[in-house]
Each structure stands twice: as C-alpha cells, then as structure tokens.
T-cell receptor, first 111, second 115 residues
Framework: KNEVEQSPQNLTAQEGEFITINCSYS?????LHWLQQHPGGGIVSLFM???GKKKHGRLIATINIQEKHSSLHITASHPRDSAVYIC?????????????FGEGTQLTVNP | NAGVMQNPRHLVRRRGQEARLRCSPM?????VYWYRQLPEEGLKFMVY????????ESGMPKERFSAEFPKEGPSILRIQQVVRGDSAAYFC?????????????FGPGTRLTVL
C-alpha cells in the first residue's frame, strides 16, 4: 500500500462544477502539499498546509491531521483547470525533507 | 526573480552514454531535491542536497547515478552508462528552508530519452 493515496484517479467534469479530490496518507507528516502538473509537464505548488484550511482564488485545501486526510476543492471549474493534481507529504522532522507523492488525479473539465 | 532552471529540457542519449542534468535553484535557496517521473508513473524522490553536502540519497539507484551540489554552480545529476529504463522526466526542486516545513519550487524538468 502506498504511503499516499489519492482518489479518484481520473475525474471528468463539466465547466462550472464543484470538484473534490481526496488524499489519504499513512505516515507522520510535518506538512502536506498540493501540486498541479500541467499537460506540458511543468509542476506548480498550489498549497502547503499542516492544519486547517487554505484558500487561493477558486481553490480550497483542507486537512484533518487526526484522520490523516486532505481534500482539494475547485469551485466553478473551468477547462483551464484541466491538469494532474498531486498530493505529496513531507515526512515528520525525524525522516528528512523529501516529498512522498500520490499517484495523481487526472482532471478534465469540458466546456 | 528567476525560478528554478533546468537544462537541457530534452536530452537524447544512446545506451551506454552518460547523461548530465543541471539544476540552478531559485536565488537564495540552498536546498535542492531531485525527483524522477517514469512514464505513466508518479513522482519519486531521488536525492536531497545542500551546498557541498548530500543530505539524503535514499531514493538514488545504487549504481550509475550520482548527484552533487558544489559551492559554485548548479546541482548536477549524473547518470553513467544509461539504459532504456532511465528514460523519464527528471525534476529538480529547491527550497529556502529545510523542505519539511517549506514550499518546494519545481523546475520545468529534463526529459531524458535513451535510444
């Protein structure tokens, strides 16, 4: 079993829909990251969070440390949101600084 | 402020040749990470370096792969005697603080193709 699991693997939505991508992890962490990988391959960091909730534009990320679960929400989705969304965790302080990644969620938003 | 730079963006090598991938971190960042993304797979950690030091190389294959981050110049990921299975996208990321508590900024990646 992977240390970081994402669901769904693939998600197709119509423009304007509310989207949720889930991430569960099984190890102690110091932070959780949400990344976006564009069709051309570039990777952008969307959020880093260790508790609570963060919002940036139409994107919202939440984390529940007790349940070891995080969600990424996209409100009023748009075709330009089509990308792979990747959840990654930074291990706890005793385990170094590397990121451990989920397999990613391929999101396609149709006009 | 320029982002993380990687070159080359695309690299083609024949089996048995050497591949050198370069990464210049963001200005002011002293922590560099290398990750590999095999075709149709997720990203995997390879190595974490600070200037002149390898901090964590637990993700590096035991043979043929090496990494350095000298006092001056970019970080280098070196793959000797490449094989077809080395074909992948190699991403470098940098952070200002120890990565466990800091955002990592990714470069555009180097796509290595081994013929």
């Amino acid at each position: 079993k992977n240390e970081v699991e994402q669901s769904p693997q693939n998600l197709t939505a119509q423009e304007g829909e509310f989207i949720t991508i889930n991430c569960s992890y099984s190890v102690g962490i110091s932070a959780l990251h949400w990344l976006q990988q564009h069709p051309g391959g570039g990777i952008v960091s969307l959020f880093m969070l260790s508790s609570g909730k963060k919002k940036h534009g139409r994107l919202i990320a939440t984390i529940n440390i007790q349940e070891k679960h995080s969600s990424l929400h996209i409100t009023a989705s748009h075709p330009r949101d089509s990308a792979v969304y990747i959840c990654a965790v930074s291990p706890d302080e005793t385990s170094g600084s590397r990121l451990t990644f989920g397999e990613g969620t391929q999101l396609t938003v149709n006009p | 402020n320029a982002g993380v730079m990687q070159n080359p963006r695309h690299l083609v090598r024949r089996r048995g040749q050497e591949a050198r991938l370069r990464c210049s971190p963001m200005k002011g960042h002293s922590h560099v990470y290398w990750y590999r993304q095999l075709p149709e797979e997720g990203l995997k950690f390879m190595v974490y370096l600070q200037k002149e030091n390898i901090i964590d190389e637990s993700g590096m294959p035991k043979e043929r792969f090496s990494a350095e981050f000298p006092k001056e110049g970019p970080s280098i990921l070196r793959i000797q005697q490449v094989v077809r299975g080395d074909s992948a996208a190699y991403f470098c990321a940098s952070s200002q603080l120890t990565g466990g508590a800091d955002t990592q900024y990714f470069g555009p990646g180097t796509r290595l193709t081994v013929l």
